[in-house]
């Protein structure tokens, strides 16, 4: 009786739908949703390392509307995502279209274009640290070899340079991810399309204006989106290169909410900062959503 | 409208020559069907008047202009692509308009010759649609729109209709037909099809392995084919073949295919010569089935035995073995053999052609 009513249960095709379905829902559940409340939820309250806290409404939403470190690390968030993913996205480009050409060793370049996106971040971000450095950096070290400045350069050291200095590290990791899928776009453009503008008259400059960067618009708005929301939420490079400074300089969102949550015990308040990421966060997806729209051209099927 | 002549092309990639010296004279609003089997260099050779790939020797004029080394947009040509190779971000307007566009002209040209080529392939409803929208002969009608509005001197084809179904592709061989007697441009039509180039050209040139094997009308092709290779890549169902020696009998003289069969043929060649004799199959008339005795006497039959009788409707296409090689004859009557059944051909002597075995040129 039992068995043959949960045979019957089974056959049902919504009920067994529920139970293939069970595993991915509990693991978005324990990892994803649970963090995200908890994280959302520590925010309204006055938690503290080894302390539980107590409700606090938006107390420390208040609190952080008046505090400047919070509001540079703002201004600092857009600055880096801003520079770092226009630059990204010039390089990139420009690196796929040379990649897509006939050159020699074509697919070891690929893969050395790979490299910096392979290395573990912490790695990259220590070897650039180095390079940085206000004594030993060789890039100082070159300029002045060569004649063109006196004293090494303080890149970590001034709020400004130091800025620069992380973006172009930033810049130099996420590179390579841009240039990968732009080649992927490009290698999907067939060369008849290029040959077909070429007889139609087409310079070189207005076959990529008219024929590339139309036909690769759909994966740059993927990959840009993507790139946007990784540099946003840049944690590691920061953390490695300057923890923040110089006087809080180069503090972005992240790197501000983990300073005051850990090793300032402040579990609220971080969190509280983690949180106000989020409207941003989810204002890029919206604007890549309504972007990313399949365009016209690319629908299927007739409008009649 | 010009005339393209191309002397001594030659081209290889790399160390592999391709194009092996070609001379092609095409004149003024002639449609020339370039036609051979896959790989034989035809659409290379259409690439390079096209100007997509180089010539590595040779000349190729357009008109007055030695083009080897003019670019593509210079050369005044169009060119419909196998794939059509529509902008798919652009309409159907665009995609026509796109070389004016490039070119500096006004918006009121563009839209008057849009409008005067849309016109004329029956496109008026479709220039605000983009490619995905179409079905694949709306796509090779703009794909030729594209072309007809830049009034070019020469319209390149490169076998642009074999992404399209059987039906669909006779339609637009009539279509672009009649669109080349109304414009008259000189036009070079890559195929590899050779109904495509019987139906469609003026003239016809047969490519194999790099080389140019005939240059002839259609008709000329057909009756009169120059070698084994056009002989049999000509026509279809493609010719027959009997291997053979020449000798002289009491009825005159005539290929022996086997040791008691001798077919009778016109030729001046000495006895004894190793030829090949070509029998287009609806020359190969059938007499219905005799005694096995009277067929013995028949020196002009050739006896055979039927494999298969494939009834068409309009005709019967009788598959036999004679000598241990097969033939087939094309009959307007409605023979319906049964397969084993021994039949009588005989070989219309006046349309048979004659080959030497080791050349294989035409004797």
Not at chain 1, 140 to 152: A, F, H, M, P, R
Not at chain 1, 243 to 265: D, E, K, V, W, Y
């Given at each position: 009786?039992?068995g043959?009513?949960l045979?019957g249960?089974?056959?049902?095709?919504?009920?067994l739908?529920m139970?293939?379905?069970?595993?991915g829902?509990?693991?978005?559940v324990?990892?994803l949703?649970?963090p995200?409340?908890?994280?959302?939820w520590?925010g309204?309250?006055?938690?503290?390392?080894?302390?539980?806290g107590?409700?606090?409404?938006?107390?420390?939403y208040?609190?952080?509307w008046?505090?400047s470190?919070?509001?540079?690390?703002?201004?600092?968030t857009f600055?880096?995502?801003?520079?770092?993913?226009?630059?990204?996205?010039?390089?990139g480009?420009?690196?796929?279209?040379?990649?897509n050409r006939?050159?020699?060793?074509?697919s070891?370049l690929?893969?050395?274009?790979?490299?910096p996106?392979?290395v573990?971040?912490?790695?990259?971000?220590?070897?650039?640290w180095?390079?940085?450095?206000?004594?030993?950096s060789?890039?100082?070290?070159t300029?002045?070899?060569?004649?063109?400045?006196?004293?090494?350069?303080?890149f970590?050291?001034?709020?400004n340079l130091?800025?620069?200095?992380?973006?172009?590290?930033?810049?130099?990791?996420?590179?390579p991810f841009?240039?990968?899928?732009?080649?992927a776009?490009?290698?999907?453009?067939?060369?008849?399309?290029?040959?077909?503008?070429?007889?139609?008259?087409?310079?070189?400059?207005?076959?990529?204006?008219?024929?590339?960067?139309?036909?690769?618009s759909?994966?740059?708005a993927?990959?840009?989106t993507?790139?946007?929301?990784?540099t946003?939420?840049?944690?590691?490079?920061?953390?490695?290169?300057?923890?923040?400074g110089?006087?809080n300089?180069t503090?972005?969102?992240?790197?501000?909410?983990f300073?005051?949550?850990?090793?300032?015990g402040?579990?609220?308040?971080?969190?509280?900062?983690a949180?106000?990421?989020?409207?941003?966060?989810?204002?890029?997806?919206l604007f890549?959503?309504f972007g990313l729209q399949r365009?016209?051209?690319?629908?299927?099927?007739?409008d009649n | 409208?010009?005339s393209?002549?191309l002397?001594?092309?030659?081209?290889t990639?790399g160390?592999?020559?391709v194009?092996?010296?070609?001379?092609?004279?095409?004149?003024d609003?002639e449609?020339?069907?370039?036609v051979g089997?896959?790989?034989?260099?035809?659409?290379?050779?259409?690439?390079?008047i096209?100007g997509l790939?180089e010539?590595?020797?040779g000349e190729?004029?357009?008109g007055d202009?030695l083009?080897?080394?003019?670019?593509p947009?210079q050369r005044?040509?169009?060119?419909v692509?196998q794939?059509y190779?529509?902008?798919p971000?652009?309409t159907?307007?665009?995609?026509?308009?796109?070389?004016?566009?490039?070119?500096?002209?006004?918006?009121?040209?563009?839209?008057?010759?849009?409008?005067?080529a849309?016109?004329?392939l029956?496109?008026?409803?479709?220039?605000?649609?983009?490619?995905?929208?179409?079905s694949?002969?709306q796509?090779?009608r703009v794909a030729?729109?594209?072309?007809?509005?830049?009034?070019?001197?020469v319209f390149?084809f490169d076998?642009?209709?074999?992404?399209?179904d059987?039906?669909?592709?006779v339609?637009m061989?009539?279509?672009?037909r009649e669109?080349?007697?109304?414009?008259k441009t000189?036009?070079?039509?890559?195929?590899?099809?050779?109904?495509?180039?019987?139906t469609?050209?003026?003239?016809?040139?047969?490519?194999?392995?790099?080389h140019?094997?005939?240059?002839g009308s259609?008709?000329e092709?057909?009756?009169?084919?120059a070698?084994l290779?056009?002989?049999?890549f000509i026509?279809?169902?493609a010719?027959?073949?009997?291997?053979?020696?020449?000798?002289?009998?009491?009825t005159?003289?005539?290929?022996?295919i086997?040791p008691?069969?001798?077919?009778?043929i016109?030729s001046?060649?000495?006895?004894?010569?190793?030829v090949v004799l070509?029998?287009?199959?609806?020359?190969l008339v059938?007499?219905?089935?005799?005694?096995?005795?009277?067929m013995a006497?028949d020196?002009?039959?050739?006896?055979a035995?039927?494999?298969?009788?494939?009834?068409t409707?309009?005709d019967?296409?009788?598959?036999?073995?004679v000598?241990g090689k097969e033939?087939?004859?094309?009959?307007?009557?409605?023979?319906?053999?049964?397969p084993?059944?021994?039949i009588r051909l005989?070989?219309?002597?006046?349309?048979t052609?004659?080959?030497?075995s080791d050349?294989?040129?035409?004797?």
């Amino acid at each position: 009786m039992n068995g043959r009513s949960l045979g019957g249960w089974l056959d049902n095709r919504n009920v067994l739908g529920m139970l293939f379905m069970l595993p991915g829902a509990a693991i978005l559940v324990v990892f994803l949703t649970y963090p995200l409340g908890l994280g959302v939820w520590l925010g309204f309250t006055d938690a503290k390392v080894g302390r539980g806290g107590e409700w606090i409404g938006i107390e420390n939403y208040q609190w952080l509307w008046d505090d400047s470190v919070f509001r540079l690390s703002i201004f600092n968030t857009f600055l880096y995502t801003v520079v770092a993913s226009v630059i990204k996205f010039g390089l990139g480009l420009w690196l796929a279209l040379l990649l897509n050409r006939h050159l020699p060793f074509k697919s070891f370049l690929r893969a050395i274009v790979l490299l910096p996106f392979i290395v573990p971040t912490v790695l990259s971000a220590i070897a650039f640290w180095w390079i940085y450095d206000a004594q030993f950096s060789v890039v100082s070290w070159t300029l002045v070899k060569l004649g063109l400045i006196d004293e090494y350069i303080n890149f970590l050291g001034e709020p400004n340079l130091a800025r620069a200095s992380t973006i172009a590290a930033n810049v130099w990791r996420g590179v390579p991810f841009v240039a990968i899928c732009l080649l992927a776009g490009l290698q999907t453009i067939s060369p008849t399309m290029y040959e077909a503008a070429a007889i139609d008259g087409a310079t070189p400059w207005q076959q990529f204006r008219n024929v590339t960067l139309p036909m690769l618009s759909p994966i740059i708005a993927v990959v840009m989106t993507f790139s946007v929301l990784f540099t946003f939420t840049d944690f590691q490079l920061i953390w490695v290169l300057t923890r923040g400074g110089p006087i809080n300089a180069t503090h972005l969102m992240a790197t501000l909410s983990f300073q005051r949550a850990i090793p300032g015990g402040a579990l609220g308040e971080g969190a509280a900062i983690a949180t106000a990421m989020i409207p941003f966060l989810l204002a890029a997806i919206l604007f890549s959503y309504f972007g990313l729209q399949r365009r016209r051209w690319q629908q299927g099927g007739r409008d009649n | 409208m010009a005339s393209v002549n191309l002397k001594k092309v030659r081209k290889t990639f790399g160390r592999t020559e391709v194009v092996h010296g070609v001379d092609i004279d095409i004149e003024d609003g002639e449609f020339v069907v370039l036609v051979g089997p896959s790989g034989c260099g035809k659409s290379t050779l259409l690439r390079m008047i096209a100007g997509l790939e180089e010539i590595t020797s040779g000349e190729i004029h357009i008109g007055d202009l030695l083009v080897n080394t003019v670019a593509p947009k210079q050369r005044d040509i169009a060119m419909v692509f196998q794939n059509y190779a529509l902008y798919p971000h652009m309409t159907v307007f665009e995609n026509m308009a796109f070389s004016m566009k490039l070119a500096g002209r006004g918006k009121r040209e563009q839209r008057e010759r849009v409008d005067e080529a849309a016109r004329i392939l029956g496109l008026e409803g479709y220039l605000d649609r983009y490619p995905r929208q179409l079905s694949g002969g709306q796509r090779q009608r703009v794909a030729m729109g594209r072309a007809i509005v830049r009034d070019p001197q020469v319209f390149l084809f490169d076998e642009p209709l074999s992404n399209l179904d059987a039906k669909l592709r006779v339609q637009m061989r009539t279509e672009i037909r009649e669109l080349h007697q109304r414009l008259k441009t000189t036009s070079i039509y890559v195929t590899h099809d050779q109904i495509e180039a019987m139906t469609m050209a003026d003239k016809i040139v047969v490519m194999n392995g790099g080389h140019v094997e005939q240059i002839g009308s259609p008709l000329e092709l057909y009756d009169f084919p120059a070698n084994l290779f056009v002989a049999g890549f000509i026509g279809s169902p493609a010719m027959n073949f009997l291997e053979g020696t020449l000798v002289t009998t009491s009825t005159g003289r005539g290929v022996r295919i086997a040791p008691d069969c001798v077919v009778s043929i016109e030729s001046q060649q000495p006895d004894g010569h190793q030829v090949v004799l070509g029998v287009r199959p609806e020359h190969l008339v059938i007499k219905e089935s005799h005694t096995d005795a009277g067929m013995a006497n028949d020196t002009a039959g050739i006896e055979a035995e039927v494999i298969v009788t494939e009834p068409t409707g309009a005709d019967t296409q009788v598959f036999c073995r004679v000598a241990g090689k097969e033939l087939v004859a094309i009959s307007r009557q409605r023979h319906l053999f049964s397969p084993g059944t021994r039949i009588r051909l005989e070989a219309q002597a006046r349309h048979t052609c004659l080959f030497d075995s080791d050349t294989g040129q035409r004797l």
